[in-house]
């Protein structure tokens, strides 16, 4: 096995808006992580591992670095995260309101009919650095 870098030196991080319900915030995190991690192009650096079982079953792809899922009160709080994300250049998606209703072309209309200041943030997830993303998701409580 190669040398792994340090775990804390990187992480993913979900803020996910409490005022959604389960459900839905459920797909949004999929969606999220899919987008972020089979979009992004940096899959090596996200460093995921193959397990395997005693008896020989595969567990593949599973990232090195921890996944911490905080909570948000409202869709503003998580604007404020994604404009920060923007402005540092970090590696991020989110997802919204508009992105739940018909089909993806529908979604993808229904968004570029939407003005910025009114989409409904149902969260938003981030890869980089630990220190860096703590600097401003480091007020947001664990989501339990």
């Known amino acids: 096995m190669t040398s792994l870098p340090d775990e804390h030196s990187k992480r993913f991080i979900a803020i996910l808006n409490k005022k959604i319900e389960t459900g839905k ?13 089979g979009g992004s192009g940096r899959a090596e650096e ?3 591992l193959p397990y395997q079982d ?7 792809h599973v990232s ?3 996944f911490i899922v905080l909570k ?3 869709s503003n709080k998580i604007r404020r ?16 309101s508009t992105m739940t209703v018909g089909t993806s072309k529908q979604q993808q209309e229904s968004t ?10 149902y969260g938003i997830c981030l890869f980089g650095d630990t220190e860096t993303l703590r ?3 480091g007020k947001f409580s664990l989501y339990q």
Do not use: S
């Open 135 to 137: 600097e401003f998701t």
């Open 64 to 66: 090195h670095f921890p």
């Open 72 to 74: 948000a009160d409202n």
């Open 54 to 60: 005693k008896d020989g079953g595969a567990h593949p």
């Open 25 to 37: 915030l459920f797909n949004a995190l999929g969606h999220m992580t899919a987008g972020l991690a």
């Open 112 to 121: 570029a009919d939407t003005p910025e200041e009114e989409l409904e943030y």
């Open 81 to 96: 995260v994604r404009e920060e994300a923007l402005a540092r250049g970090i590696l991020f998606t989110d997802f919204t």
């Open 46 to 48: 996200m460093c995921f």
